[in-house]
């Protein structure tokens, strides 16, 4: 194998070793331009063209890349990250019905219906609530909502046949 084999081989193991930190590492495209750049060396050495032109080719594309690439990497990097809203979080602010009182006779913890799915709950004062009470709920520990007590308009129909 001559010296044209011995650098397609360099560059093709450059390049996937950049493109594999790229995806391991928790970051903003900075190896993938380095990536597409080895790449290109990589074609310029199976064409057979000189280790000059290739790490000429490999600076000039990585180059090229990296600028390309910025405008995208900074504006990912400043989009704001959602706090709220994903996983259980997602039920704060919502409303719903107390099905199993919260009180003291089970360590102040209760049931609650929201929308379809039933959670266990706390009472954001620690006082009790009565089952059929409706609540909104105001935080998520663990597996567990914290409500607190709301008054509906007299005309609310939840559908469960009470008001």
Do not use: C, Y
Request: glycine content about 12%; overall charge negative; charged content about 20%.
């Amino acid at each position: 194998m001559g010296d044209s084999g011995i650098m397609i081989i360099v560059w093709i193991v450059v390049a996937v070793t950049l493109a594999v930190g790229e995806i391991l590492a928790a970051g903003s495209f900075f190896m993938l331009p380095f990536a597409i750049g080895a790449l290109a060396a990589f074609g310029a050495a199976a064409f057979g063209l000189g280790l000059a032109l290739q790490l000429a080719l490999f600076i000039i594309v990585s180059g090229g890349s990296f600028l390309a690439l910025r405008p995208l990497a900074q504006r990912m990097n400043n989009e704001p990250r959602p706090v709220d809203g994903v996983g259980a979080r997602r039920l704060i602010g919502s409303q719903g019905r107390v099905i199993e009182a919260i009180d003291d006779d089970h360590d102040g913890i209760g049931m609650v219906r929201i929308d379809r799915q039933e959670w266990r709950a706390e009472s954001l004062e620690g006082s009790p609530i009565a089952a059929g009470a409706h609540v909104k709920v105001v935080e998520v520990r663990g597996t567990r909502v914290i409500v607190f007590p709301v008054e509906l308009p007299s005309q609310f129909d939840d559908g469960l046949g009470t008001n």
